[in-house]
Nanobody, 117 residues
Framework: QEQLMESGGDVVQPGGSLRLSCDAS?????????VRWYRQAPGKQRDLVAS??????????DYLDSVKGRFTISRDITKNTVYLQMSSLKSEDTAVYYC???????WGRGTQVTVSS
């Protein structure tokens, strides 16, 4: 059964850093799919934060404007894991972060990131 699992969420102070991980199992190969990180804050819509294209599309990355220069999405093919390195975190980055891979699209259950002093 195809599954995605996020990890790495935590409480961090403004200006701090976190690295989120998304692990795949059940036949999902990240190198052959688009992988995206989304986030959803309480009472707000789910936003696409970062994406990375499959290898055969050059692994192109894209970012939400508000995280450009602070967040980096990357992929470790040997571990079949996608990361979201987040730095210079702000309170407005507080949300549940989800990874998704597709098509067809599969979703993880999310990991909580809280940025607070």
């Amino acid at each position: 059964q195809e599954q995605l699992m996020e990890s790495g969420g935590d409480v961090v102070q403004p200006g701090g850093s976190l690295r989120l991980s998304c692990d795949a199992s059940g036949g999902i190969i990240f190198g052959t799919r688009t992988v995206r990180w989304y986030r959803q804050a309480p009472g707000k819509q789910r936003d696409l934060v970062a994406s990375i294209a499959p290898d055969f599309h050059g692994g192109q990355t894209d970012y939400l404007d508000s995280v450009k220069g602070r967040f980096t999405i990357s992929r470790d093919i040997t571990k079949n894991t996608v990361y979201l390195q987040m730095s210079s975190l702000k309170s407005e980055d507080t949300a549940v972060y989800y990874c998704a891979a597709g098509p067809p699209w599969y979703w993880g259950r999310g990991t909580q990131v809280t940025v607070s002093s």
